[in-house]
């Protein structure tokens, strides 16, 4: 039997050989559009994330743009995005916040972000990883607790306590593009629906081990 640490050293190896080259999927062309792009993603996909912003950040170039919406049209602006009143209420007051009080500069630490309305711990690391190729924590989204779970690498079920437990046993030169992987190897081979699962690539990697 295998070690819960030396498990994870085995599965990161894998994933960065499954997917070398790792990117967000989201288009932007400014943090403070990545920023807006993954506040916009929680609850809907990437695709559908990035035809809001198409239109969006094309009608609002700018900061101030945004500090000059009115709330009824900006809310139709993203209606299609899961919770977008919601969003729009929180997209609104982060323009707001950053414009008045860090000068149109995206915060770089963990702690400021985190104080953003509509800003968690899993959208907080990635604009952090992708703005600022800083690591503070492993950015936990739905892929990241299922796969995590599915391979033992933490017993818990709360996104913040398997963040804990994911940082202990990941390396921290890891931890930006560690989600990224998960999330593309979900997709590609490991859905969260019925499949082969015995053919995982990781699957077959560690039972390789054992």
């Not at 943090?31 to 807006?36: A, H, N, Q, R």
């Not at 809001?52 to 094309?58: A, D, G, R």
């Amino acid at each position: 039997m295998i070690t819960t640490k030396k498990k994870a050293k085995i599965i990161v190896k894998k994933l960065k050989e499954l997917f070398p080259i790792v990117s967000p999927t989201l288009e932007y062309s400014n943090p403070f559009e990545f920023l807006l792009a993954v506040m916009l993603s929680a609850q809907s996909n990437d695709k559908q994330v990035n035809k809001v912003t198409k239109i969006l950040f094309k009608k609002y170039p700018k900061i101030a743009d945004y500090l000059n919406a009115e709330k009824n049209e900006f809310e139709k602006d993203i209606s299609s995005v899961g919770l977008y009143r919601r969003k729009a209420m929180s997209i609104l007051a982060v323009a707001e916040i950053i414009h008045s009080e860090y000068n149109d500069k995206i915060p770089n630490s963990l702690e400021k972000l985190i104080e953003l309305p509509g800003v968690g711990r899993k959208t907080a690391n990635v604009a952090l990883g992708q703005i600022y190729k800083k690591a503070e924590g492993i950015a936990v989204d739905t892929h990241v607790i299922r796969i995590s779970r599915l391979y033992n690498l933490t017993k818990n079920s709360d996104p913040v306590k398997i963040e804990k437990d994911l940082m202990k046993i990941i390396p921290k030169s890891e931890w930006i593009k560690f989600t990224i992987r998960v999330i593309e190897y979900g997709r590609k081979f490991c859905p969260a629906t019925s499949h082969d699962h015995l053919n995982c690539p990781l699957e077959i990697t560690l039972n390789k081990r054992e």
